[in-house]
């Protein structure tokens, strides 16, 4: 299912959320919506899965608005921080319950991820760890197994070692039934490597949607003799730089960035991490280096 977005905004009152962008992604996709705390993630999510109105502007899947339409809304399951469920019922009952909502719901894979997650249908949902809460809400997002599976920061409580259990699940999941993942987290250095596109937010805008591999081409790290350094970085989009007893190193952004240029001037470099862009990206412009 295509997602378009169209000069989407929200506002909370004098408060803007969301500024206006044009935004459009494909199907079958890992996407990594990132940005800082505040820049607009969970608001843009929550418009994609239909919980919210946009204050202007439209989203779109497959030419329809989803919001409190029961057409679009069976194909988007949207799982947040909390609140996923019903914390009065068991674990069999939550299921059942959504299951009713979501037609190529995978009972199957619910069974399965529960017993990977060391979850029991007859636990009751009140007494969940954070952790477990968080494993339950995420085996209710792979087994929907809708055209339009979105997790914000999903796994809350986990620790690394279930983290990664559920990181190579959804990859098994994709592969055997494609869909579209968009995924909004913090912890970008664990699950970067899941991402396809990345589209990046800052204060309310649009920064940049693009293939990572692209994103990740436009960077470089560059160390050496601060001379030459300086020589080479001339006229380039510097996003950090740190500098100690005359050696210095560089982050560079833009196109055309050329590391043979820099190996031949004796600078050591290296492409940057998808965590270090969306840090240095995002930079207030006050903090950013000329």
């Known amino acids: 299912m295509k997602i378009e977005i169209q000069q989407l905004e929200k506002h909370y009152g004098s408060k803007q959320a969301l500024k206006p962008f044009n935004l459009t992604i494909g199907n079958e996709k890992i996407i990594g919506l990132l940005g800082r705390n505040g820049a607009g993630k969970t608001t843009l999510l929550q418009m994609m899965a239909g919980h919210i109105k946009p204050s202007g502007g439209q989203v779109l899947i497959n030419g329809e608005k989803p919001f409190n339409n029961r057409n679009v809304l069976q194909h988007i399951c949207m799982i947040s921080e909390a609140n996923n ?46 952790g477990m809460e968080s494993a339950l809400s995420i085996t209710i997002g792979l087994a929907s197994h809708t055209t339009i599976t979105i997790f914000d920061e999903p796994y809350i409580g986990m620790d690394a070692s279930a983290r990664y259990t559920f990181y190579d699940i959804l990859l098994e999941e994709y592969e055997i039934h494609p869909r579209t993942f968009i995924i909004s987290t913090h912890l970008i250095d664990e699950v970067s490597n899941l991402f396809e596109e990345i589209v990046l937010l800052k204060d309310g805008n649009l920064l940049t949607h693009e293939p990572a591999d692209v994103l990740l081409a436009k960077s470089l790290q560059v160390s050496g003799p601060a001379v030459q350094v300086d020589r080479f970085t001339e006229g380039k989009q510097v996003l950090h730089a740190a500098e100690i007893m005359g050696q210095k190193s560089v982050m560079i952004f833009g196109d055309d960035l050329d590391p043979a240029r820099a190996k031949a001037m004796g600078l050591s470099t290296e492409r940057c991490s998808i965590q270090e862009l969306m840090v240095y990206l995002t930079e207030k412009e006050e903090k950013m280096y000329v």
């Open 85 to 130: 469920f019903k914390r009065k019922l068991k674990i069999r009952e939550v299921l059942k319950t959504v299951s009713r909502f979501y037609p190529n719901w995978s009972q199957e894979t619910a069974e399965r991820l529960l017993k990977t997650f060391n979850l029991s249908p007859s636990q009751s949902a009140k007494g969940l760890s954070k």
